[in-house]
Structure formats: structure tokens, C-alpha cells
T-cell receptor
Framework: EAQVTQNPRYLITVTGKKLTVTCSQN?????MSWYRQDPGLGLRQIYY???????DKGDVPEGYKVSRKEKRNFPLILESPSPNQTSLYFC????????????FGPGTRLLVL | AQSVSQHNHHVILSEAASLELGCNYS??????LFWYVQYPGQHLQLLLK????DPLVKGIKGFEAEFIKSKFSFNLRKPSVQWSDTAEYFC?????????????WGAGTKLIIKP
């Protein structure tokens, strides 16, 4: 089944404790991206990747890192999480870019205490 | 920076009512336009999209949207809603020549259909 998976689905952590949210797609998509969703603000793009080893900042990259060592995986890293990073995070992928249909993961709900 | 505005954050309708959700964007050049939907407990999924050609586009589940370039708008419509249309709806824009590799999203509209 074609899908985008994210892990974990729910995470409670404390300020400063490094964490990684994994994202994997099995559709051989070139474009992958991370979003955060906050009430009243919609989805805001954190980082995106056009292909392996090609990543770029979105609108809200501060406090986040990403890597794209393999085509299927695009992990989101929070080196030192802070309470303002409490949010719902979505990973998405598509064939050739944002103009193509985006396929979304189920979301990761993060609470930073 | 580009922006996308969705006029209503919450809409409550009765079954069989007509629906129109507003979406306006700020970019004056070539755009690709999208509506995505998130049903309760499900992933975000594409409802419909506009690239070029006929400004009236049809999507899944009886939804349609009209691109009006002069008004920078891409409103979503459905003539008769059903209880199963309860969901959150997002408008998104890909602005060619400005932020080619990004999608800019509206804040979303939560639609509740009363049975």
C-alpha cells in the first residue's frame, strides 16, 4: 500500500532533550516536506527536499534540522526542543514538487514541557 | 512573502445547504491552486487542483472551485452538502517564479454539517 508513515505519532518530552521524528514513503517520491500545524495558522512549511542530499528551508526552519540521505526517508530533528515547538507535525511527499499531489503522513503530535 | 487567506475559520451548515468557502492569495504571477481536506481521523488529501485552462475545476465528492484571476480567488463550492463533508478544508498555493518549491497554505476552515 502506497503510504507515508511517521513515528512516533505522539510524543511528550522536556525542554532541551533532542528528539527525531521519522518520515518514510514507499512511493519513490522525489519531493518531501515537513509542516507544522497550529490553531489559526494552518500549515507552515519547515523544510523541504527536492531529492537526496538536496534540502532547503521553508517558512519556519528555526530550531529544526533535516537530512535526506535516502530517497524514502526524511527525518525531522529537534536538537534542543522548546515549548514553542509544541505542535502537530506532518510529513508529505510527491513525485516532482509542490505542484504535484501531496501525500501526507498521519501526523505527529508533540508536546514540549 | 506570499500569503493565502481563508475567510471563515468555522462554518456550520445543515445537510442539503449550499457551501462556498473563500480563498484569496496575494501573488500576481502564475499560480497552481489546491484545496485539500482532512476528514476526522484521516490524512490530509487532495480535493481538487487548478493548473491552467478552464477556471472551473471539479474534484472528488461533488466539490468544485472557480479560479478568478482578477480577484486572486479560488473559492470552493458544493451545491448540497452532506453530513460526511464534516472536515477541515485547506486552500494552498504554489507560486511559480517566487517560491517554486513551496506550498503556501491558508489557515483552514472547519466545516461542521448538522444532520
Amino acid at each position: 500500500e502506497a503510504q507515508v508513515t511517521q513515528n512516533p505519532r505522539y510524543l511528550i518530552t522536556v525542554t532541551g532533550k533532542k528528539l527525531t521524528v521519522t518520515c518514510s514513503q514507499n512511493m519513490n517520491h522525489e519531493y518531501m516536506s515537513w509542516y507544522r500545524q497550529d490553531p489559526g495558522l494552518g500549515l507552515r512549511q519547515i523544510y523541504y527536499s527536492m531529492n537526496v542530499e538536496v534540502t532547503d528551508k521553508g517558512d519556519v526552519p528555526e530550531g529544526y534540522k533535516v537530512s535526506r540521505k535516502e530517497k524514502r526517508n526524511f527525518p525531522l530533528i529537534l536538537e534542543s526542543p522548546s515549548p514553542n515547538q509544541t505542535s502537530l507535525y506532518f510529513c508529505a511527499s510527491s513525485w516532482g514538487g509542490p505542484q504535484e499531489t501531496q501525500y501526507f503522513g498521519p501526523g505527529t503530535r508533540l508536546l514540549v514541557l | 512573502a506570499q500569503s493565502v487567506s481563508q475567510h471563515n475559520h468555522h462554518v456550520i451548515l445543515s445537510e442539503a445547504a449550499s457551501l462556498e468557502l473563500g480563498c484569496n492569495y496575494s501573488y500576481g504571477g502564475t499560480v497552481n491552486l489546491f484545496w485539500y481536506v482532512q476528514y476526522p481521523g484521516q490524512h490530509l488529501q487532495l480535493l481538487l487542483k487548478y493548473f491552467s485552462g478552464d477556471p472551473l475545476v471539479k474534484g472528488i465528492k461533488g466539490f468544485e472551485a472557480e479560479f478568478i484571476k482578477s480577484k486572486f480567488s479560488f473559492n470552493l463550492r458544493k451545491p448540497s452538502v452532506q453530513w460526511s463533508d464534516t472536515a477541515e478544508y485547506f486552500c494552498a498555493v504554489n507560486a511559480w517564479g517566487d517560491s517554486n518549491y513551496q506550498l503556501i497554505w491558508g489557515a483552514g476552515t472547519k466545516l461542521i454539517i448538522k444532520p
